[in-house]
């Protein structure tokens, strides 16, 4: 089954403590993406990637790393984590081209930062 | 960054009504996609519509696209409680990666 997978999909975790989210994606997706999702935002990217070791930084960076050493998989790091951190967070891949797209979703991260 | 503005934020209609969303951009787009979320979940993809595009369907969703205007609306006809969602519009801004608006969040009453 084509999907996205994110781990873990609950976290409550404490300033400072360094943790990683974990994306996975199983449908040869070149780009792969993560957003977080605060009320009354929307959707807001924070990293994405193009290919294998091409990173970009979305809208809201600040805080977080990410790596693409392969293609299927796109953590999420947050070095130093803060209260302000505390959302929910969605990994997302589609293909790279004009025709086709679409963002596939993963289920979603809620991280609580105390 | 977001282009697409969803409008209205928030809808609230009873069961069988008809619910429209609007979507408005500021630049030229390939494409115009809508997408669903339940509460708490993962996006999903709905529709798609082109650029060179004026009308799709996919059962009880009708979406338009007006590029002199740079606006989309999505309908859905004989809306259920199932419904109950928050609704995206992602535009592409003339590069091949959508970015998303803020969402417009229906509820509909049983």
């Known amino acids: 089954e084509a999907q996205v997978t994110q781990n873990p999909r609950y976290l409550i975790t404490v300033t400072g403590k360094k943790l990683t989210v974990t994306c996975s994606q199983n449908?040869?997706?070149?780009?792969m993406s993560w957003y977080r999702q605060d009320p009354g935002l929307g959707l807001r990217q924070i990293y994405y990637s193009m290919n294998v070791e091409v990173t970009d930084k979305g809208d809201v960076p600040e805080g977080y790393k990410v790596s693409r050493k392969e293609k299927r998989n796109f953590p999420l790091i947050l070095e130093s984590p803060s209260p302000n951190q505390t959302s929910l967070y969605f990994c997302?891949?589609?293909?790279?081209?004009?025709?086709?797209?679409?963002?596939?979703f993963g289920p979603g991260t809620r991280l609580t930062v105390l | 960054s977001q282009q697409g503005e969803e409008d209205p934020q928030a809808l609230s209609i009873q069961e069988g009504e008809n619910a429209t969303m609007n979507c408005s951009y500021k630049?030229?787009?390939?494409?115009l996609q809508w997408y669903r979320q339940n509460s708490g979940r993962g996006l999903v993809h709905l529709i798609l519509?082109?650029?060179?595009?004026r009308e799709k369907h996919s059962g009880r969703l009708r979406v338009t696209l007006d590029t002199s205007k740079k606006s989309s609306s999505l309908l859905i006809t004989a809306s259920r409680a199932a419904d109950t969602a928050s609704y995206f519009c992602?535009?592409?801004?003339?590069?091949?990666?959508?970015?998303f608006g803020r969402g417009t969040s229906l509820i509909v009453h049983p």
């Open positions: 992602a535009t592409d801004e003339g590069s091949y990666i959508p970015t």
């Open positions: 519509i082109r650029s060179n595009e």
């Open positions: 449908m040869n997706h070149e780009y």
């Open positions: 997302a891949s589609s293909f790279v081209t004009t025709r086709y797209n679409e963002q596939f």
């Open positions: 630049t030229s787009i390939n494409n």
